[in-house]
């Protein structure tokens, strides 16, 4: 039989573990041997190899009892000095850690108790200067650690106010220092106090609220750095150093009550990024610890008290991600490629626009592959289509900019171009009867009125790369027409019909290689164009017009949002286009229609657009990972 290499030419690399964008992102979580103590907020130090868990609330009872894990099993240690109780603060590594603070069902009271283990018995040392109870703490030994925040109150939240108070122990005595900015209570502390005290803190909540806020402790001060992703508190984590870690799981806000997660985010040092979930979504854990790269969890609720014990390992050596590669997993017995996973992309909010509008045109080639970015001019304000604007936004990843206006007041048309480079071509004008030739030039940093198409138009769809070659297609005259123009630089000249006249199409592309897709009536008709002629190829699933689109070519596409008759219902559906079939994907947040499209089907735009009932500000930012699939 011929080897893989005697036909491609090529071997194919063998590794044990699918390739990530870095050494987290590799990560699993993997089911391990079951903690015999099956509780909520009891208090764990350790690793994933040396752990301890003791305390907590078992859905009978509060108990004192200690258990051990060894890296393979659980066996009992030795019972706390304290009354039963839970939400006690630890740090350390086994067999030297300690529990600080916390609540005891005997006297119901917060306490400032201290205590450190040595492997087989707690003993009591110096209390802290202030009680509290379900505070983040970390710390290398039982001689060196960190307690920050926590809450004073012994009811359920929203009865429970946290604070921002801090305090370090230096193996004989508690000091306060500098507080965190964000009072708060069931965070979690991450980082070391060997050499010097450095500590991250993430999530946790303040009369019940969940909170992203995350803050750095570099020996003298709090700074905020980047938040988590996604609010949450009784989370838990590991990370023995301020640039690398990871928290799980936690509970967070949802309609009608909380959800609970099985996220996992790391953090390297500047920024969170989701990683794989945990196997079993749970919060209150009674230990969570580790490093950034081995950590354990167990026990928790979900909505039951359990003691399923999973362990995080991430990959020592690791293959960096990279699009196109191939190669057997050996783990898995698979052979495997990694591709640009547009299905699996996802949508998530991004900066206001200034001005709510829609029908705008917009700079449909404004592509890049390190941010989202956009560019949206004229448009119709308020409800139904009472008024047009001039109005100009850029967007650069983060917010919206005003730029110099357009001259014309018109909606309901295209546009082409990038940032420095764009063209809006024809629409709709506030006054009969209503169809304008209007060709405008942006070149950065004003507009210019150019020489005017042939036939006034609106409902139109325009693209092109630059201002300089651009295309107009579909609209509305008197009545919905297939005519195409192309601009030259110099002047317009009527190319190739379509083979559907409609109007109001979604659309992008350049003079050589576009799409268009839906218009009225609604309609799923989607049309090719190689710069001769129009090609109907396969429909989109979903009747729509108003679409907006994302993408700089007929290869790959995003059709966003639309609306579909007889009533003008606005659609928050999108579909895929992959050069030869839609594929329905993940929905934007915000049904809309006439909204503005920009980027790639990769890294993707919508903003503004109408939704019931008027114009909305939002912007939605679309993201395609890279993903390892088998092959088949």
């Avoid at 990694?338 to 699996?344: E, F, L, M, N, Q």
């Avoid at 003008?568 to 934007?588: F, L, Q, R």
């Avoid at 993903?627 to 088949?632: D, P, S």
């Amino acid at each position: 039989m011929a080897k893989y290499s005697d036909i491609k030419g090529f071997t194919v690399q063998t590794v044990s573990s699918d390739p990530g964008a870095g050494q987290f992102a590799a990560g699993t979580w993997a089911v391990d041997a079951y903690c015999p103590q099956q509780t909520q907020a009891g208090g764990g130090f350790g690793l994933a190899t040396a752990a301890v868990t003791t305390g907590g609330y078992d859905s009978s009872a509060y108990v004192q009892t200690t258990v051990e894990f060894n890296g393979t099993s659980w066996s009992a240690g030795g019972s706390m000095t304290r009354p039963a109780g839970q939400s006690f603060p630890a740090f350390g590594t086994e067999p030297s850690g300690g529990i600080a603070g916390g609540y005891k069902t005997s006297g119901n009271a917060v306490v400032n108790n201290f205590e450190s283990y040595n492997g087989s018995s707690f003993s009591e040392e110096t209390d802290l200067n202030n009680a509290r109870q379900s505070a983040g703490a970390t710390g290398a030994s039982a001689t060196a650690g960190i307690v920050v925040g926590g809450t004073t109150g012994v009811a359920s939240p929203p009865d429970t106010t946290g604070n921002n108070n801090v305090e370090i122990w230096n193996g004989s005595s508690w000091t306060e220092i500098t507080e965190i900015n964000t009072a708060r209570y069931n965070l979690k502390a991450l980082g070391s106090t060997c050499p010097a005290p450095t500590a991250v803190v993430a999530g946790g909540e303040n009369s019940g609220n969940k909170n992203t806020a995350v803050e750095q402790y570099n020996g003298s001060s709090w700074t905020e750095v980047e938040d988590l992703n996604t609010a949450r508190s009784g989370g838990e984590g590991a990370g023995t150093t301020t640039s690398s870690g990871i928290y799980y799981g936690g509970e967070g806000p949802a309609s009608g009550g909380y959800v609970v997660y099985a996220q996992t985010e790391n953090w390297n040092g500047s920024s969170w990024t989701e990683v794989n979930d945990m196997v079993s979504a749970r919060y209150n854990m009674s230990l969570g610890t580790g490093s950034g790269s081995s950590a354990i969890v167990t026990a928790g609720r979900n909505p039951g008290y359990n003691g399923l014990t999973e362990i995080w390992s991430a990959p020592s050596t690791f293959q960096t991600i990279t699009e196109g590669q191939l190669f057997f997993n050996s783990t898995a017995n698979a052979f495997k490629e990694t591709i640009t996973d547009v299905p699996g992309g996802t949508w998530a909010s991004g900066g206001a626009m200034n001005q709510a509008k829609g029908r705008c045109g917009f700079a449909t080639n404004a592509v890049s592959t390190t941010t989202h970015i956009g560019f949206v001019y004229g448009g119709n304000v308020g409800p139904g289509s009472p008024g047009k604007t001039v109005d100009a936004e850029q967007y650069n990843g983060t917010s919206w900019t005003e730029v110099s206006d357009i001259n014309t007041l018109r909606a309901s048309t295209g546009g082409g171009g990038t940032l420095t480079s764009a063209a809006y071509v024809a629409g709709e004008v506030p006054s009969s009867p209503y169809n304008s030739d209007a060709f405008e030039q942006w070149n950065g940093a004003s507009w210019t009125t150019a020489t005017e198409i042939n036939t006034a138009i609106r409902a139109n769809t325009a693209f092109g790369a630059t201002n300089t070659a651009v295309i107009t297609a579909s609209g509305y005259t008197t009545t919905n027409v297939a005519t195409t123009e192309q601009w030259d630089g110099s002047s317009w000249s009527e190319v190739a019909d379509q083979n559907a006249a409609l109007s109001s199409r979604g659309g992008t592309g350049t003079v050589t290689d576009a799409i268009l897709y839906g218009g009225s009536n609604p309609s799923t008709n989607t049309e090719t164009w190689n710069g001769a002629a129009w090609t109907e190829v396969s429909e989109l699933n979903s009747y729509r017009e108003f679409g907006a689109a994302s993408g700089a070519s007929s290869a790959q596409v995003l059709a966003v949002g639309g609306y579909k008759a007889p009533s003008p219902s606005a659609m928050a559906n999108v579909e895929s286009w992959n050069g030869a079939s839609w594929t329905e994907i993940n929905d934007i947040s915000t049904a809309r229609w006439q909204g503005g499209g920009t980027g790639s089907a990769v890294f993707g735009l919508i903003s503004g657009g109408g939704s019931s009932p008027s114009q909305v500000t939002t912007t939605e930012e679309f993201t395609a990972p890279l993903a390892n699939k088998t092959i088949t």
